[in-house]
């Protein structure tokens, strides 16, 4: 039993992360085209301090949108912001604290936001963390579960009236949620997400990605069915040399060093998609894509079942107490 529940969701991660590997040692890394500017417009990217949120950050403010990067280290946050401001001559670019581990973090966040009377046209949400050992958030959810997926769910929820009353027909809001291929892998236990018996750091990352999956594709059928001008994208940013790796155990750590000078991709790389997706004019109204190097991709098989989707999205609704819409 342990060696199923353990050893198969790990075997299950690194066989996708070679097939990935492969992939980008036979294909370019996406580049971005010449994107609109977007002056005057308004960014939220979680995480958006370091590794692909901080590229993803830099960039939107480099067209000029007003980016508020979200996330729980101030000090690591004010940098960022005056890094960016120092690089581009741009003002526009600001920190607000947000812990996505703490569901009354989220609700304060949102709070705060609101009060400003600041539009809102593009939401990223970015932040992760990647093979943390057993850990529970302060509401008691399984860490990955509860910071990288219901954390952006309720984000996403609460901010949703700001999106739909910023965006318009022909000019939606975007939001766009970063996944990873280990969603392949992903099985989504919806008796046990508050974690399992035999804990697997590898399940629980893969599960949460999944998660976002699913998520982002039934968010996208409630858009369209009430016919709100906002767009609901997931994106893939491949294997990145970030420091989401530093939980690897030791053996792999050592592999991964030269493997990752040649084989990863940049943070800049990585972040390219998550770009494309918040900015570009040929995505304009499209929603429900998977986006990986720049391209739509057909996801995991459960991330289609209708279902599961449903299954998934009451109970969030009921974890983070939210009415269901």
């Known amino acids: 039993m342990w060696l199923l529940a353990v050893i198969l969701p790990l075997l299950r ?8 590997l492969i992939y980008q040692l036979l294909h370019k890394p ?50 960022a912001v005056k890094k960016i401001q120092e690089e581009s ?3 526009k670019v600001e920190f607000m604290y947000l ?4 569901l009354k973090s989220v609700r304060q ?38 910071l990288n ?13 700001v999106l739909r009353d910023s965006g318009q027909s022909g000019k939606c809001s975007r939001i766009v949620t970063v996944s990873s291929a280990t969603h392949y892998g992903g099985q989504l236990n919806l008796n046990g997400l508050q974690g399992r018996s035999c804990y697997s750091s590898h399940g629980a990352y893969s599960q949460s990605k999944l998660a976002l999956v699913l998520f982002t594709y039934h968010l996208q059928e409630q858009l369209w069915a009430r016919g709100d001008p906002v767009t609901a994208n997931a994106v893939d940013p491949g294997m990145v040399d970030t420091d989401l790796y530093q939980n690897l155990c030791a053996p792999a750590q050592l592999a991964k ?16 998609t998550a770009v494309y997706a918040a900015a570009a004019t040929e995505l304009e109204g499209l929603g429900g894509l998977y986006l990986y190097n720049g ?8 991330s289609y079942d209708k279902q599961l989707q449903e299954k998934l999205w009451t109970k969030s609704c009921a974890m983070v107490l939210l009415q269901e819409t």
């Open 295 to 302: 391209q739509n991709k057909t996801s995991s098989a459960s």
């Open 257 to 272: 060093k030269p493997v990752a000078k040649l084989l990863f991709r940049t943070p800049a790389e990585g972040a390219s």
């Open 30 to 79: 996406f580049t971005l085209p010449v994107l609109p500017r977007l002056n005057g417009r308004v960014a939220i990217v979680t995480g958006g301090a370091k590794g692909i949120g901080y590229e993803t950050s830099r960039h939107l403010a480099s067209l000029g949108m007003h980016v508020v990067i979200a996330g729980n280290k101030e000090e690591e946050g004010l940098k």
């Open 13 to 20: 991660v690194y066989f996708i992360g070679v097939k990935v």
């Open 99 to 102: 812990d996505l581990a703490s």
């Open 149 to 161: 997926y219901l954390g952006h769910f309720l984000l996403t929820n609460l901010l949703l009236d």
């Open 89 to 91: 001559g741009h003002r």
């Open 109 to 146: 966040f949102v709070q705060k936001y609101k009060a400003r009377s600041l539009p809102l046209h593009t939401l990223v949400n970015n932040a992760g963390v990647m093979l943390v050992p057993e850990r529970k958030t302060e509401d008691g959810f399984e860490l990955h579960f509860g």
